[in-house]
């Protein structure tokens, strides 16, 4: 019920107006999104690698409406890699590629993603193609494919949820293309998501066993620890080196098990998002877990 009621409220584009430009809703985002300037992100960095943490840097924002956004996103995208490469700090970067303008133009978005691989290729910084609703991953994964052959730098991202994704992971693994597994966040329907929870973490369990085995420096991204657990199972099974793999987790959520994981020796990458829009992002968080409105609501009570 308050989960429907949270995703109906990410759909208003009247309260994200008001919201993303609320001094008192901005002061309640800090928990989850580093800030809105690069410099605030660029210190969360500093922060988490302070005590052993990799970071991978998202500049919110999805959907561009016109060309012109899509070339400020890409120009803020190579910013970010110069500076990350500047400070030498140990920061991939991840991105939609709607922002870049798949919407638009295929093509477009391909020079746009282009431009920024080449410009973090310098620096040696990955760049992760985040995975949005369905009706993007034959586009976004083409695209990620393209770029791999062409100059590698690119990580895809998989989502658990959805039917198609062990064939598409077996794809990307033939390619040598790196992947990052995650259970999945848009709402979709059953006849291209699996529908029940339980079903989607078997699924979860099982990819990650898989790209463990036979993937190239997978990222298993979740904060749920059964899946943790599991993963830990193969990757002792298999005797994986801590190089050739990570766990990724969102910035502010289970910090405890972002440090315990750290400390026992395995790469922890915290995925930060920055930047104005952040409306969208923060919802996707409170449907997943609405004890964080309640989170955010007595921060603002406070
Ligand atoms: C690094 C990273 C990158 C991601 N990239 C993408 C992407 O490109 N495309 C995409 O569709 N999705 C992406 N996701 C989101 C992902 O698909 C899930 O929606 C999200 O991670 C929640 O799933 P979970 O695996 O943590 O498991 P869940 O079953 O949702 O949660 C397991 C446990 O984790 C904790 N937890 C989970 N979410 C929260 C939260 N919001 N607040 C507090 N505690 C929480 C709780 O203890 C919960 O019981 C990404 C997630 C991570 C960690």
């Known amino acids: 019920m308050l989960r429907s009621a949270i995703l109906l409220a990410s759909e208003s584009q009247v309260l994200r107006g008001w919201m993303e430009r609320s001094r008192h809703a901005r002061a309640l985002t800090r928990r989850f999104v580093a800030g809105t ?10 922060e988490l690698d302070a005590v ?11 959907s561009v409406g016109n060309q012109d956004e899509a070339v400020q996103a890409t120009a803020g995208y190579v910013a970010s890699v110069q500076r990350i490469a500047d400070l030498r700090l140990p920061a991939t970067i991840s991105l939609k590629l709607t922002q870049l303008g798949l919407d638009i133009s295929p093509s477009l978005c391909r020079q746009h993603l282009t431009q920024i691989v080449n410009a973090a290729r310098g620096g040696g910084i990955r760049v992760e193609v985040d995975m949005e ?10 695209l990620v494919h393209a770029v791999h052959r062409a100059s590698g730098g690119v990580r895809a991202v998989i989502q658990a949820y959805l039917h198609r994704s062990e064939a598409d992971i077996h794809e990307l693994n033939r390619a040598g293309v790196p992947v990052r597994l995650c259970k999945g966040a848009y709402k979709e329907g059953p006849r291209v998501a699996i529908a029940r ?4 973490d078997a699924n979860f369990e099982r990819l990650a066993a898989l790209l463990l085995r036979e993937g190239k420096e997978p990222a298993i991204a979740t904060h749920d620890e059964r899946m943790i657990r599991s993963a830990l199972d193969v ?3 298999e005797k994986l080196n801590p190089a050739c793999y990570e766990f990724q987790m969102l910035y502010g959520i289970r910090r405890d098990l972002q440090a315990r994981l750290a400390g026992d020796g395995h790469s922890v990458r915290i995925y930060i998002p920055y930047g104005d829009a952040w409306y969208p992002y923060l919802m996707r968080r409170m449907a997943e877990r609405p004890a964080n409105l309640l989170f955010v609501l007595r921060n603002l009570i406070g």
């Open 197 to 200: 929870k339980s079903d989607v």
């Open 37 to 46: 300037s690069l410099e605030e992100a660029i210190s969360a960095v500093r």
């Open 235 to 237: 990757i002792q099974a």
């Open 133 to 142: 609703a369905s009706v993007h991953v034959d586009a976004t994964l083409e």
């Open 52 to 62: 052993g943490l990799r970071s991978s840097l998202d500049a919110l924002g999805e």
